[in-house]
């Protein structure tokens, strides 16, 4: 084993230790960011070339700072994204969530569809149904100047429509007229707080965290807004909290314009977003 390696093992075990939930991962990760190479090319790194600035990053994931922070770049789905202190991290559990989408938005038979993100955060969702549907107009909406920093960087250069606003009162020119609505709101509820892992709770922005007593109150805003935009017969999908399966659709009723309310799981199974369609006249 060269010495690197050995490196990493001793890394594992003090992530481990702190209670990081993918050590072994972490400790590779950091390794093959600061050396320059991919996990897989770890073994290739000359015990000469060693940095022991692996260390200092070592210690502040041990510290709980979340990878991406330390790294500075986080994958979606195929995208690599910039990310940093003042914007929330996109999660694996997202991915499934735009998966939904574009199979949604594929079965439309729309030949441009328009798309709206809202709460867009480093732009994750945006970007991604702009890469995956090729002819889609998609427009994305970001309420934090600080997280907007990072939005720009990724979105520069895309087809991505990128505006500053309330979620709640953006896009009033496309009323009407959207094939799709989107959004990774912040769902969780205030009373959590001390439950929420310390990667999110101290490092990610308390905006794109809590909404509310019961997590639900910006959803509950966005229903509004999501009928505002949608045609007829357009679809909403909505990310929720794993607890919050069977809340989230009764707050898309028929009364309130909406069809087809359901909940769907994510890879671990577990509910994970909602998606209704808006009603036809």
């Avoid at 015990?47 to 770049?73: C, K, M, N, S």
């Avoid at 910006?218 to 809340?247: K, M």
């Avoid at 009364?255 to 977003?273: I, Q, S, T, V």
Wanted: charged share 25%; proline share 7%.
């Amino acid at each position: 084993m060269n010495l690197l390696l050995a490196e990493v093992a001793q890394a594992t075990q003090r992530l481990a230790d702190a209670g990081v939930p993918s050590p072994r991962t972490d400790a590779e990760e950091l390794a093959a960011h600061l050396h320059g190479v991919k996990r897989s090319e770890l073994h290739t790194v000359p015990d000469a070339d060693f940095d022991a600035r692996y260390w200092e990053v070592v210690a502040r994931r041990e510290a709980r700072e979340p990878l991406q922070h330390i790294t500075g770049r986080a994958y979606f789905r195929y995208l690599e994204l910039q990310v940093g202190p003042g914007v929330f991290v996109p999660r694996p559990e997202t991915e499934s969530v735009v998966g939904w989408a574009i199979d949604a938005v594929r079965a439309m038979d729309v030949v441009e569809p328009c798309i709206v993100d809202l709460c867009t955060g480093s732009g994750a969702i945006a970007l991604a149904l702009a890469q995956e549907v090729p002819r889609s107009r998609v427009h994305a909406v970001e309420l934090s100047e600080d997280a907007l920093k990072w939005t720009r960087k990724n979105t520069e250069g895309s087809r991505v429509d990128l505006r500053q606003g309330d979620a709640l009162t953006a896009f009033p020119d496309l009323d009407g007229q959207v094939d799709l609505v989107v959004s990774n709101p912040p769902y969780i509820p205030l009373t959590e707080w001390e439950y929420v892992a310390p990667e999110a709770r101290d490092h990610d922005p308390q905006l794109a965290l809590f909404s509310g007593e019961d997590g639900l109150d910006l959803i509950r805003g966005l229903e509004r807004t999501a009928h505002r935009l949608l045609r007829p017969g357009g679809v909403v999908v909505v990310e929720h909290a794993d607890t919050q399966g069977g809340q989230v659709p009764w707050i898309f009723t028929e009364e309130r314009g909406w069809a087809d309310a359901a909940d769907h799981p994510d890879l671990n199974n577990r509910p994970r977003f909602a998606t209704a369609r808006k009603a036809l006249p």
